[in-house]
């Protein structure tokens, strides 16, 4: 998808006849752009230089042309809301400009907040569960069908695939994974704290989407202002360990902690932060 912002055509024209001085030139100078916010750049040139056949000194043509076409997003200022039915779960979607994407899952009450590469945002702004599209289904992962307004393609979900593809046709071969992001609270009031000796999650193991894959966690004291960085514990394929668990994570105080869980296709399912304290709890 092209929109035409500005486009601008110059031509200089200089002749000279039957006469031996000056040298006859003719020069043509033409600029095309068409570009939609934002862009970064798309070049294309092209120059020749033609001789005409002329005595002492020879005629000269000279011709410059430049042509850019840019594919981007402009702003949209357009709510958008759509649903779908995915992997057993009903999902809407309300698609706030290009601020946020807000998706409801039905199944579990929840509101979950998606964004792809480097958008705060979700691509797709309209969508549908393509009945009759079994066929296309087994191929594809599921018969729901999006369309993205950044890159002007359709889309479809697929439940099992831990990677977004790359819209450019020019790199089949990027694989960009998606960050699963969790998060759990132990809430303090008063003047009272807990101690945190330690931290595991309870998931499926040995099955990650790619060698390297790993599981982070993150904690906040200050209400999520701002996150600390406990380490990474990477999933090995095929085995059940190493655990994922994180100690000496200090002490808890009000208004609480909260556990932030990253994942980038290490893992596929979360049964449960636990957490071990004086009590044991």
């Known amino acids: 998808m092209v929109a035409a912002v500005g486009g601008r055509n110059s031509q200089f ?4 006849v039957d006469e031996p001085e000056p040298t006859a030139e003719v020069t043509q100078f033409v600029t095309r752009t068409v570009f939609n916010y934002p862009s970064d750049e798309a070049q294309v040139s092209q120059f020749y230089v033609r001789s005409v056949d002329e005595p002492e000194p020879p005629a000269q043509v000279s011709q410059m042309l430049v042509r850019a076409i840019v594919r981007g997003h402009t702003e949209n200022p357009r709510i958008r809301a759509w649903t779908f039915t995915l992997d057993g779960h009903d999902f809407y979607v309300i698609r706030l400009a290009d601020i946020l ?3 409801y899952d039905t199944y579990s009450e929840q509101w979950m907040d998606w964004q792809d590469f480097t958008h705060t945002y979700w691509r797709p702004n309209i969508g549908t569960t393509w009945i009759g599209a079994s066929a296309l289904a087994q191929n594809f992962g599921s018969s729901v069908v999006c369309g993205d307004d950044t890159w002007g393609l359709l889309w479809f979900l697929d439940p099992n695939q831990p990677f977004d593809e790359h819209p450019d046709d020019s790199h089949p071969e990027q694989q960009v994974y998606f960050e699963r992001i969790t998060m759990g609270q132990v809430p303090m009031r008063g003047r009272e704290n807990l101690p945190c000796y330690a931290a595991w999650l309870t998931t499926d193991m040995g099955d990650p989407a790619y060698d390297g894959a790993g599981v982070r966690l993150e904690i906040s004291d200050d209400a999520g202002v701002t996150f600390d960085d406990m380490g990474t514990v990477v999933v090995v394929t095929g085995a059940a360990y ?8 200090g002490q808890i105080e009000a208004p609480g902690r909260l556990f932030k869980i990253v994942d980038d296709g290490a893992i596929a399912r ?3 932060l636990e ?3 004086p009590d044991d709890t």
Request: aromatic share 14%; no cysteine; net charge negative.
């Open 101 to 103: 994407t807000l998706v």
């Open 242 to 249: 190493p655990e994922l668990s994180w100690y000496s994570l």
């Open 270 to 272: 979360i049964d449960g």
């Open 275 to 277: 957490m071990n304290d």
């Open 13 to 16: 024209f200089v002749r000279s």
